[in-house]
């Protein structure tokens, strides 16, 4: 069946970077819009960075522009998300998720469980 599975959590220092890994089973994530998600705690839920179908990238917010890089591995059928120069803001629980749409929205139709992410200062 469809199934989306993060992996690449963990503990990092301030200014480490860690590669998030969003595996996809049961469809082709090349067909799909691709994207990252981040909940930290007590907040809402923020669109981080989106990779479309045909390899179109967004940016949903500022908050991690030129420090996170999004790409997506066809061979794997697995989409990464770079995190460099990490802030104690950083800190959440990232989500990857598709849109059978092709496009980067936040109306996503998978979502995976997610993988918790902690910048220590």
């Known amino acids: 069946q469809l199934q989306l599975v993060e992996s690449g959590g963990g503990l990092v220092q301030s200014g480490g970077s860690l590669r998030l890994s969003c595996a996809a089973s049961g469809f082709i994530l090349n067909y799909y819009g691709t994207g990252w998600f981040r909940q930290a705690p007590g907040k809402e839920r923020e669109g981080v960075l989106c990779?479309?179908?045909?390899?179109?990238?967004?940016n949903y917010s500022d908050s991690a522009k030129g420090r996170f890089t999004i790409s997506r591995d066809n061979a794997k059928n697995t989409v990464y998300l770079q995190m460099n120069s990490l802030k104690p803001e950083d800190t959440a629980v990232y989500y990857c998720?598709?849109?059978?749409?092709?496009?980067?929205?936040?109306?996503?139709?998978?979502w995976g469980k997610g993988t918790l992410v902690t910048v220590s200062s």
């Open positions: 998720a598709a849109s059978a749409t092709s496009r980067c929205t936040y109306d996503m139709d998978y």
């Open positions: 990779i479309s179908s045909s390899g179109g990238v967004r």
